[in-house]
């Protein structure tokens, strides 16, 4: 069955930092795999998105992810956090077929300390 | 800009009441969906829509219904609330022939006492 794993419910970095979160999915297929952020109090907003293709992709504010096939990852980072990054962060894989739906992670929130 | 706007935005109802909740989406996107966010689980799909007149089963169906009576509008309803619906319940929109994203809404807290 499809599903996404987020390993890490919470990352603390220090502003300035290089960042790294964390994703594998398990899907049979080729895989339309997404990172959204979601602020404080608001709802999903699209970070980046990945179709087959070049396998690192750039998305906004900064970060990016890498997709591998091999190891069945889509892990997103950032060269250097900001305080407004402090979000929680859902990597999501879509099915292809029927629903359409997304399938999402559990999510890591990201604290930032100064 | 896509759009999804949600209403109420903040809900308290009572344990066996009707609670309703709405989404309105300006983006013509055929595909409609709900979700809802509990911690340690992300977000989970109770219904979905492929247009007006049409509903789904998601994941998690049980004590939802849902309506899509146009393009733009999708309703989720608890006919019979109950305190293990207390959550934080997300509209999305999508053409999955097109740009292939989801575009959320800014979520609906229900707390069902």
């Known amino acids: 069955a499809q599903s996404v794993t987020q390993p890490d419910a919470r990352v603390t970095v220090s502003e300035g930092a290089s960042l790294q979160l964390r994703c594998k999915y398990s899907y049979f297929g080729t895989p339309y795999l997404f990172w959204y952020v979601q602020y404080p109090r608001q709802g999903l907003q699209l970070l980046l998105k990945?179709?087959?293709?070049?396998?690192v992709v750039q998305g906004v504010n900064g970060f990016e992810a890498e997709f591998s096939k091999s190891n069945s990852s889509f892990h997103l980072r950032k060269a250097s956090v900001h305080w407004s990054d402090w979000a929680v962060y859902f990597c999501a894989v879509r099915l292809s077929s029927g629903s359409w739906q997304l399938i999402f992670g559990s999510g890591t929130q990201l604290t930032v300390m100064p | 800009e896509a759009a999804v706007t949600q209403s109420p935005r903040n809900k308290v109802a009572v344990t066996g009441g009707k609670v309703t909740l709405s989404c309105n989406q300006t983006?013509?996107?055929?595909?409609m969906y709900w979700y809802r966010q509990d911690t340690g689980h992300g977000l989970r799909l109770i219904h979905y829509s492929y247009g007006a007149g049409s509903t789904e089963k998601g994941d998690i169906p049980d004590g939802y219904k849902a309506s899509r009576p146009s393009q733009e509008n999708f309703s989720l309803i608890l006919e019979l609330a109950t305190p293990s619906q207390t959550s934080v319940y997300f509209c999305?929109?999508?053409?999955?022939?097109?740009?292939?994203?989801?575009?959320f809404g800014p979520g609906t807290r229900l707390t069902v006492l």
């Open positions: 990945y179709y087959p293709g070049d396998p």
């Open positions: 999305a929109s999508g053409d999955p022939l097109g740009g292939r994203e989801q575009y």
């Open positions: 983006n013509n996107h055929n595909n």
